[in-house]
């Protein structure tokens, strides 16, 4: 990797210790709650689904639209104190994920997109505002999260001749034929969300949030083709949980 990136490297993984000291708030408040907070321990299970709109930051720069993709999957939720009005929880995700890019080509009519289909898992600390049962609860909910790397699709129209790929701005076009060289993936993921909390029935959220990857998703040194090749997605979703058990005090 050239300098750049290894500062650029550096700086990224720099950003992980404001999770790691919300999540060790969280998991140290069981045992502190004599002190600072209300005991809980609820555990809730259950799914989410929802849509992205993703870009890949390239560098060189490759003018893109979003990219348009389904997500969905299973969500794990431990709450363990109540601070004041803040309920404090631990969240555990795994989601099936399309990401990719779409290519804003306008020296042309040729068209490109390309799906990238993953794995995620966020690990997030989540904080609580509202009511706790039988109400609307605010929250926000941030930490890293880690994507595996399952399979992807392009897709092309137009004429894809010499004479129109020689119109790309900066001649940009290794990215057509590269398979994905780097399977694994990390980043920070982050959003706002409402949960309407019921009694017996569950609990039922709308969320958005943002993921930001750290790592790239094509090798980056010296003779490759991108210094930078990073997804970075808006996500919207709704998620429904129940109580496998909700114990307080």
Request: contains cysteine; proline residues 2%; hydrophobic residues 35%.
């Amino acid at each position: 990797m050239n300098s750049n990136g290894s500062r650029r490297g550096r700086g990224r993984f720099m950003q992980f210790p404001l999770f790691a000291v919300l999540l060790c708030v969280c998991l140290s408040a069981q045992s502190l709650h004599a002190q600072v907070g209300e005991y809980r321990s609820a555990l809730a299970i259950g799914v989410n689904g929802g849509y992205n709109l993703n870009k890949v930051s390239f560098d060189p720069t490759v003018k893109q639209n979003y990219h348009g993709g389904l997500t969905g999957g299973l969500t794990v939720r431990y709450t363990c104190e109540r601070y004041f009005k803040m309920l404090c929880a631990v969240q555990a995700e795994v989601n099936y994920a399309q990401l990719g890019w779409k290519e804003k080509i306008e020296t042309s009519a040729d068209t490109y997109s390309r799906t990238v289909n993953y794995v995620q898992v966020p690990l997030l600390a989540r904080l609580g505002f509202g009511r706790e049962e039988r109400g609307v609860m605010g929250y926000l909910v941030l930490g890293p999260q880690l994507g595996f790397y399952l399979s992807d699709s392009d897709k092309r129209t137009g004429e894809w001749s010499a004479a129109t790929l020689a119109l790309r701005p900066n001649n940009v076009v290794e990215q057509y034929d590269l398979p994905i060289q780097r399977t694994f993936e990390y980043g920070i993921t982050g959003g706002l969300g409402m949960e309407v909390n019921t009694r017996h029935a569950g609990h039922y959220m709308l969320e958005g949030r943002y993921y930001f990857a750290l790592s790239d998703m094509f090798r980056n040194g010296k003779s490759d083709a991108f210094g930078r090749s990073a997804n970075g997605t808006i996500v919207a979703k709704v998620t429904y949980l129940f109580d496998l058990f909700n114990k307080k005090n």
